[in-house]
């Protein structure tokens, strides 16, 4: 575990210049880069092949600079004082005066901002003056990378370095509600849709995605393996890589476990770790067992049939 100071500096250095560096998450493992730097936003765009029109998450280590970038309200303080650091994306109404290039926005006038909590990550966001645009470290539509070794095989040596910090515990992207206007949940995650209601003693609405991206995740193509993934499935072919949510007295070469004991928050950790197995074993077709659409289970179903592109 490179958890050392040497390291964050040879972070801050590629930083500093402008360039991209793959940083670890709680959630998944980010690209980041200078947020306030268009020269250093495009570099994120150009890299992932991504979209000028999917908005960037930028990562701030508290509120000081956040103040000088978005407008906060009383919503935003009862999450961030419940959630944060932690696996929560607030979208915020962004100040004319702030520095964060446009890019990063598609020049909208909202942002997504988010407080990690992974320690390696918090000590570089300490010692930076600037926030980091970061999303997944992965090229788009595929799988969002969970650890260094995915990083490497997403981009082998066309960044400029892995800040190592081990694989991601949570093990999908975070929970993304905007408090712009009504509270509402655009992207499920790693914060249960409950507990967000619970803390806000209100019932916030999950709007999925229409045809307009306004934050990331939302496309209707995402987190894939690249190979056809069918739901909701009792039974697979010996060639085809089935997914199981708990472990089968009979066991098969072509089982994948998500979990042995149907723990949904286990089986949310594994789903990346196992489509890239599969996708590495060269499996042609993916089949996955009945998941149960509550907590966990919500955001694991959200996330594999975008994986289908269905």
Known sequence: MNNNLANIKKSIFFLNKKECVAIPTETVYGLAANAYSGKAVRKIYSLKKRPRNN???????????????????????????????????????????????????????????????????????????YPLAAPSANITTKISPVSKEDVKEEFGNKIK???????SKIGLESTIISLVDKPKILRLGGIERARINKALNKNIRYEKAK??????GQTKLHYSPGIPIKL???????NEAFILIKKRKKSCKNYFYLSKTKNLRQAAKNLYKILREIKNKNYKNIVVEKIPNIGFGETINDRLKRASGK
């Open 232 to 238: 909701n499935t009792k039974k697979s072919k010996s």
């Open 161 to 167: 370095f892995i800040l190592n910090g081990g694989r």
């Open 55 to 129: 908005p960037l998450i930028v990562h701030y280590y508290g509120l000081n600079l956040l103040k000088n970038d978005c407008e906060l309200n009383k919503n935003f303080f009862i999450l961030y004082k419940k959630f944060c650091p932690g696996p929560i994306t607030f979208v915020l109404k962004l100040k004319k005066e702030s520095l964060i290039s446009r890019i990063v926005t598609n020049n909208k006038k909202s942002l997504a901002v988010r407080f990690p909590k992974n320690k390696l990550s918090r000590k570089l966001l300490k010692l930076l003056k």
């Open 211 to 216: 045809k307009k991206i306004t934050v990331p």
